[in-house]
Nanobody
Framework: VQLQAFGGGLVQAGDSLRLSCAASGGRFSLYTAGWFRQAPGKEREFVGVNSWSGGITTFADSVKGRFTMFRDTAKNTVVLQMNSLKPEDTAGYFC????????????????????WGQGTEVTVSS
């Protein structure tokens, strides 16, 4: 399975942006999907995860209540909907996939994911 993330851009604080992660070569519905982000000079950090088979979704505290995830099965895509964006959300956003599943409230780390897409840049101006 190969992943491709897209949808990044330059927005103003308070705006919304939708990122998509499209999978090819396999059914994305059989994989747990994760989003991570990495700001310049910082470590890659967890944003959100949606586990396959059950659909448990967990978000980092920094984005909880502002970001949502959903699957578009017909397009073999996972979407990260980002609302009420803040300048501190500025980062490269990466989607990832794994066959593992995570319980509610568990924050996986990057080593838990086997498959990665390239990043898409999000810049939020104040």
């Amino acid at each position: 399975v190969q992943l491709q993330a897209f949808g990044g851009g330059l927005v103003q604080a308070g705006d919304s942006l939708r990122l998509s992660c499209a999978a090819s070569g396999g059914r994305f519905s059989l994989y747990t999907a994760g989003w991570f982000r990495q700001a310049p000079g910082k470590e890659r950090e967890f944003v959100g995860v949606n586990s396959w088979s059950g659909g448990i979704t967990t978000f980092a505290d920094s984005v909880k209540g502002r970001f949502t995830m959903f699957r578009d099965t017909a397009k073999n895509t996972v979407v990260l909907q980002m609302n009420s964006l803040k300048p501190e959300d500025t980062a490269g956003y990466f989607c990832a996939a794994t066959r593992r599943r995570f319980a509610s409230g568990v924050f996986p780390n990057r080593n838990d994911f086997d498959l990665w897409g390239q990043g898409t840049e999000v810049t939020v101006s104040s």
